[in-house]
């Protein structure tokens, strides 16, 4: 009775622990991925920028806010490369010349997808500049990933944890036995 008790409560403990802890991610091989990436722009997510003096403007920040000089900001309408320029020591970009439509602007490993609206026609949320934030913000969904050495401790502690419990449970099954027949025979 005991035993399937502490059984029970080793799996509740299991079970939650499994909900606590964070799923290990799956690390494909180089070279050895048969996926294709698809990059589709979508216009909901994109950031409506207006035109000033038909200038496309934005800045390069980090994730503190610095700005960031001499980045090369790389401006793509579609697959076709608009213009190539460098952020200045106050982190501003300029592309002159840029015809109201969507584009994607990329500094790094970091892109936005922005609506380039001409003075006249831009909707009242449309920003003066775009901006890019290098580093913390260009990871999506779960932050950080689980080490894996970091996972088997913590299974080895969970192992460990249980293989004591049941120890314990039958070295006390057995001590109360030899309690019984202590008293039986007196």
Do not use: C
Not at 11 to 40: D, E, Y
Not at 43 to 72: M, P, S
Not at 77 to 85: F, I, R
Not at 117 to 128: D, L, T
């Amino acid at each position: 009775m005991k035993t399937t008790t502490l059984i029970r409560g080793a799996a509740l403990s299991l079970a939650a622990m499994g909900m606590l802890v964070p799923q290990a991610p799956v690390f494909a091989q180089p070279g050895k991925s048969t996926a294709t990436i698809v990059a589709k722009s979508d216009a909901k997510l994109a950031a409506d920028v207006v035109l000033l003096n038909g200038a496309f403007t934005g800045r390069v920040v980090d994730h503190t806010g610095t700005a960031l000089k001499n980045r090369e900001v790389v401006v793509k309408q579609g697959d076709k490369v608009v213009a190539k320029t460098v952020t200045n020591e106050k982190g501003v970009f300029s592309v002159e010349n840029v015809r109201p439509g969507n584009y994607t602007a990329s500094a790094g490993n970091t892109q936005g997808t922005f609506r380039v609206w001409n003075e006249k026609a831009a909707p009242p949320v449309a920003k003066g500049h775009a901006l890019l934030v290098m580093g913390e913000n260009g990871a999506r969904g779960q932050f950080g990933a689980v080490d894996p050495t970091l996972l088997l401790l913590t299974a080895a502690v969970i192992a460990s944890v249980i293989i004591s419990a049941i120890t314990l449970d039958k070295v006390n099954s057995v001590d109360d036995k030899v309690d019984q027949l202590g008293n039986t025979a007196n």
